[in-house]
């Protein structure tokens, strides 16, 4: 209740002014300091009035690649030669990055615009004259494998469900034979979450679809919300006759205007059809699905901190056990998925696990969707075979730009950290050597690299749907310190080692620039040590994916560090 109504009040006054909140306070009863305790976290909100033209330059992996922070210089000075009432400054990703740079002016997300349109846009900010920047996006069909209906929602499995053809266990079943996991990171059996919740006793369960999509460089749950909300829907209503539940809720980043109305208007049409609400199809069932806008904030993602903000509280995650299958929202189980993950659900229970699973190659199992940017000509989002090589993922997107070849690829986006055009045997795993370093053979080409779940977890990087392409112009110690500034800027700061940590590299990685790569023994040794705290004691997964950016770094491009006897990092 209050996250919402929060949300209302910003969206009418575009601040949160005090007489607002004491009036809510008042009606609703709730202290004005419960109001403030959330109001204060999330970084949508504002206490205090906007500037007349606000304009927020996207500041991270893909878009700094792309010149944001040249251009943030640019539109500042545009601002100051102007007038003074535009306010022009930075914001965390905008899952826009296969457009990068991205903007957010007037609170509308802007892309694709030439320096000299952005300066116009910026200009103009000031009279509010931004709508109608960007064409209607394109949500026709797709051809893509994930939907069995080829863009003409027919919501068959639910009927198959209802008609009693396709049994909660048998859908289990067949989950399990598909081998599908979360396809948001965290990478849990997706049959294991949806028998635990339908095992566990009580009356009131969820559904929860994590739809903040914020990690910089991951877009794909963008495209799936705008083309194929269907499947979604249609996902989390199998969910929730499989394990018994009668309420859900899609959780989605309150940037996503296009995905937020495509949404909506599958979930009226479906409700229109009798596939939500009372008495599913005339059956005695019971579904009731709402969007949840999110208040901002990449920690949000984690799948506890969201039920905290779902909660109305400050979205910090939670110290687990218990897993939300057993206490998730309000201390019910639920079974809490990503967009993704409930899209390809449907296709599985038409068409069975097996199916799905024989989509992989190479000997992986299933399919995926795989966002990419960066050096590369046409970035996006496409849907690959699992067990498909970095360089046929990079043919898709048309190879790099330009006569630039690959310098590194960020696999997850900032949470893979980095790795290089070559790997070399002393730098990889015995279980990864023993695999791909046979015969003899001592390197080998990141674009021969799978990109499959076994495999990243032999290179301890996790397998996210973000695939950033360096290329041979970029300069990665810069690159590594705008990743660890996100991790910085999102900490939520509840735990020590997260919000000291993250502050610390930062520091760590400007000494480094500013020496020009110089490590000394000391300097090499309070990194280990600061990335091994965090790892291994930060609550969330924040904190222990934070130091991948620099720790990477050392590991696989030994040459952009000098052997030096200099003293420690400044403390």
């Not at 969206?11 to 109001?35: C, D, H, N, T, V």
């Not at 249609?234 to 899609?250: Q, R, S």
């Amino acid at each position: 209740m209050i996250v919402q109504e929060l949300n209302a009040i910003q969206q009418k006054f575009g601040y949160l002014p005090e007489e607002e909140l004491r009036a809510f306070s008042k009606r609703s009863q709730i202290p004005m300091y419960r109001l403030h305790e959330v109001a204060s976290f999330f970084p949508h909100y504002r206490l205090k009035p906007p500037a007349t033209g606000t304009v927020l330059i996207c500041r991270d992996l893909a878009c700094h690649l792309a010149g944001a922070s040249r251009l943030l210089q640019t539109l500042k000075a545009t601002a100051r030669e102007t007038d003074e009432r535009i306010e022009v400054g930075g914001v965390s990703c905008l899952g826009q990055c296969d457009r990068a740079p991205a903007l957010l002016i007037n609170d509308q997300v802007i892309w694709g615009q030439t320096e000299s349109q952005l300066r116009a846009l910026t200009r103009d900010s000031v009279h509010q004259r931004t709508r109608g920047v960007h064409d209607e996006l394109d949500k026709g069909p797709t051809g893509w494998q994930i939907d069995p209906y080829e863009g003409q929602p027919r919501y068959e499995a639910v009927g198959l469900m209802l008609d009693g053809e396709l049994s909660p266990e048998k859908m289990i079943q067949e989950l399990e034979l598909s081998g599908l996991f979360g396809l948001g990171g965290a990478g849990g059996a997706t049959h294991g979450k949806w028998s635990e919740v339908r095992k566990e006793p009580g009356a009131t369960k969820y559904i929860v679809c994590n739809a903040d999509e914020s990690e910089p460089a991951a877009f794909k749950d963008r495209e799936l919300l705008l083309r194929v909300p269907h499947l979604v829907i249609e996902g989390m209503t199998l969910a929730a006759l499989t394990v018994g539940a009668e309420k859900g809720y899609l959780y989605i980043r309150h940037e996503y205007h296009d995905q937020i109305a495509a949404v909506e208007a599958a979930l009226a049409e479906a409700r229109e059809r009798g596939i939500l609400g009372q008495r599913i199809l005339g059956s005695d069932r019971t579904f009731e699905l709402e969007v949840f806008i999110s208040p901002g904030g990449y920690i949000c993602g984690e799948q506890t901190a969201l039920l905290e903000a779902m909660e109305d509280r400050r979205a910090e995650p939670r110290n687990r056990p218990p897993q939300p299958m057993k206490a998730g929202l309000w201390g019910c189980p639920t079974v809490l998925n990503n967009v993704e993950t409930l899209a390809w659900t449907p296709a599985i229970a038409l068409k069975g696990g097996k199916w799905y699973a024989g989509l992989g190659v190479n000997g992986a199992t299933g399919m995926r969707f795989v966002s990419i940017s960066g050096d590369v000509k046409r970035p996006g989002v496409y849907e690959l075979p699992f067990g498909g090589t970095v360089g046929e993922l990079i043919k898709h997107a048309g190879g790099l730009k330009g006569t630039q070849s690959v310098q590194a690829i960020a696999p997850s986006g900032p949470s893979g950290g980095f790795l290089p055009a070559r790997l070399r045997v002393d730098q990889v795993s015995r279980k990864f050597a023993e695999r791909f370093f046979t015969g003899g053979r001592t390197e080998m080409s990141i674009l021969d690299l799978p990109l499959d779940k076994p495999t990243m977890r032999m290179l301890d990087v996790p397998l996210l749907s973000a695939v950033v392409v360096i290329g041979s112009e970029a300069n990665l110690l810069d690159l590594a310190k705008n990743c660890l500034e996100f991790y910085r800027n999102e900490s939520c700061g509840k735990c020590v080692p997260c919000r000291i940590g993250s502050q610390k590299l930062v520091e760590i990685a400007e000494d480094l620039i500013q020496h020009h790569g110089a490590m000394s023994p000391q300097r090499a040794e309070a990194i280990d040590d600061l990335a091994t705290a965090m790892i291994q004691t930060s609550i969330c997964g924040l904190g222990q994916v934070a130091p991948l950016p620099l720790t990477t770094l050392m590991t696989y491009f030994p040459n952009l560090f000098r052997k030096t006897d200099l003293p420690k990092t400044r403390s």
